[in-house]
């Protein structure tokens, strides 16, 4: 095949691939090609979550708490990480209404995979509305953002163990076991939906694991195709 004739196809090949990716989608900052928007389906899980997103994790295209943010209804997304000052932070720690803690594992952190239903019931006031604080970032980020943010390290922690390896295919975790953002959240309704009036029988919030495999799905179908458009 001649030098001309090689690069012209080449050309033919890959040009729709470009002329996709040139469109971005302003809601999940995607090219055409990744948009995951039409596969969205909010729910109310009848816990408040607050996502505190890392700036570096904020700036990813796979953002996975950014993702579960847009399926929950009344969850926040708060970016930063040293969240001592943090002025909303600080005003859902301080309502009375609120019961806040954070989803983080280690020493004096509740595993709630340990803990019948009723027990998990009664680690939280009822008459008030629970707020889970979850750290979205690399598992070193977290830490220190932890060790940092003197507010959240005074708060209950919760926890659970893991009962199957992570489903993030397109992005190496430190072990199997370790959840990205969007999976923690979903367990942790799982573990906690009943007790706070929602019914996780309904299984809605498995349509923050859906989206997360549709997610998946289009990185691993990209990278098999961009492969292609690869080879000589």
């Not at 040293?82 to 509740?110: F, M, Q, R, W």
């Not at 959840?179 to 009036?197: D, K, Q, W």
Request: charged content about 30%; hydrophobic content about 35%; some cysteine.
């Amino acid at each position: 095949m001649q030098l001309q004739e090689y690069l012209a196809r080449k050309k033919q090949q890959t040009e729709p691939l470009r002329g996709a990716r040139a469109q971005f989608c302003a809601e999940c900052r995607n090219p055409a090609l990744t948009c995951y928007c039409r596969h969205l389906r909010s729910f109310d899980p009848g816990i408040r979550f607050a996502i505190l997103i890392h700036w570096r994790e904020a700036q990813k295209r796979i953002a996975t708490g950014r993702l579960a943010h847009r399926c929950l209804k009344n969850s926040l997304l708060l970016s930063g990480y040293d969240y001592t000052d943090h002025e909303k932070v600080n005003e859902l720690i301080a309502d009375p209404a609120l019961h806040c803690v954070v989803l983080y594992p280690g020493e004096g952190s509740v595993n709630l995979s340990e803990r019948s239903e009723e027990e998990r019931g009664a680690l939280f006031p009822p008459e008030k509305e629970l707020v889970v604080f979850v750290i979205d970032g690399t598992w070193i980020t977290a830490r220190k953002t932890m060790q940092r943010s003197q507010n959240l390290s005074r708060l209950p922690r919760i926890s659970f163990l893991p009962p199957r390896p992570s489903r993030f295919r397109v992005r190496k975790q430190p072990k199997a076991e370790c959840y990205s953002t969007i999976e923690a959240v979903h367990h942790t309704i799982e573990l906690l939906g009943n007790v706070r009036g929602f019914d996780v029988n309904s299984r809605r919030h498995d349509r923050l694991l859906d989206v997360f495999d549709k997610v998946v799905e289009q990185r691993l179908e990209l990278s098999i195709t961009r492969q292609r458009h690869h080879r000589p």
